[in-house]
């Protein structure tokens, strides 16, 4: 029931920025939380960042505490994540998620969530 779709990945140099964007459509006034997870080549999908539905509490993983934010604009069921300081170790795609039905699951968890995008790619070059 929700469409989800990531933008504003590419290519930078270490030690730069990026800011990539996640729009959720077709639940019309819809409360929902949102994350986004990571992956890489030969690697788990890795959580990033999660954010409650009216942006009221955030959540991090471990890589991205103190370099990346995440925000939303809840209007246009819009998240934001900025990413600064860009290390060649967070090259991956990006995964935008809903969360609907999750409950009390932690936004941490790949479980707690409902609805993905296809992704967008973000490559950082040494």
């Known amino acids: 029931q929700v469409h989800v779709a990531e933008s504003g990945g590419g290519l930078v140099q270490a030690g730069g920025s990026l800011r990539l964007s996640c729009e959720a459509s077709g639940r019309p006034g819809g409360r929902f939380g949102m994350g986004w997870f990571r992956q890489a080549p030969g690697k788990e999908r890795e959580f990033v960042a999660g954010?409650?539905?009216?942006?009221?509490?955030?959540y991090y993983g471990d890589s991205a505490k103190g370099r990346f934010t995440i925000s939303r604009e809840n209007a246009e069921n819009t998240v934001y994540l900025q990413m600064h300081s860009l290390k060649p170790e967070d090259s991956a795609v990006y995964y935008c998620?809903?969360?609907?039905?999750?409950?009390?699951?932690?936004?941490?968890?790949?479980?707690?969530?409902?609805?993905w995008g296809p992704g967008t790619p973000v490559t950082v070059s040494s």
């Open positions: 954010i409650t539905w009216n942006g009221d509490n955030t």
């Open positions: 998620a809903v969360r609907v039905y999750s409950g009390h699951l932690d936004y941490a968890a790949e479980r707690g969530y409902d609805y």
